[in-house]
Nanobody, 117 residues
Framework: QVPLVESGGGLVQPGGSLRLSCAAS????????MSWYRQAPGKERELVAS???????DYAGSVKGRFTISRDNAKNTVYLQMNSLKPEDTAMYYC???????????WGQGTQVTVSS
């Protein structure tokens, strides 16, 4: 398997919810900061949320109060719960794993989230 595989994207109406998952393999998951990025057409890649090896979280201002990042180290999986979705959330969402103390990072292939009525 590839190091990171995202799933859970799809089409949802404004105000709806989606839960993205990112399954990791081939590296020591617990040593990596996990993050979700997104990129919309014509825009730069944006950091959406991150979670440290200890569970501390950070969010982009545009998603605070609506999105929640979490991780399950026993399952080598990171999640992004997205509530109250807006059309502006439409983007390709990418999972990232980064080991701060080493030159090691991984990217997933992305999963498309489309918020539209």
């Amino acid at each position: 398997q590839v190091p990171l595989v995202e799933s859970g994207g799809g089409l949802v109406q404004p105000g709806g919810s989606l839960r993205l998952s990112c399954a990791a393999s081939g590296f020591t998951f617990g040593l990596y900061v996990m993050s979700w990025y997104r990129q919309a057409p014509g825009k730069e890649r944006e950091l959406v949320a991150s979670i440290s090896t200890y569970g501390n979280t950070d969010y982009a201002g545009s998603v605070k109060g609506r999105f929640t990042i979490s991780r399950d180290n026993a399952k080598n999986t990171v999640y992004l719960q997205m509530n109250s979705l807006k059309p502006e959330d439409t983007a390709m969402y990418y999972c990232n794993a980064d080991r701060r103390t080493r030159a090691s990072t991984y990217w997933g292939q992305g999963t498309q989230v489309t918020v539209s009525s």
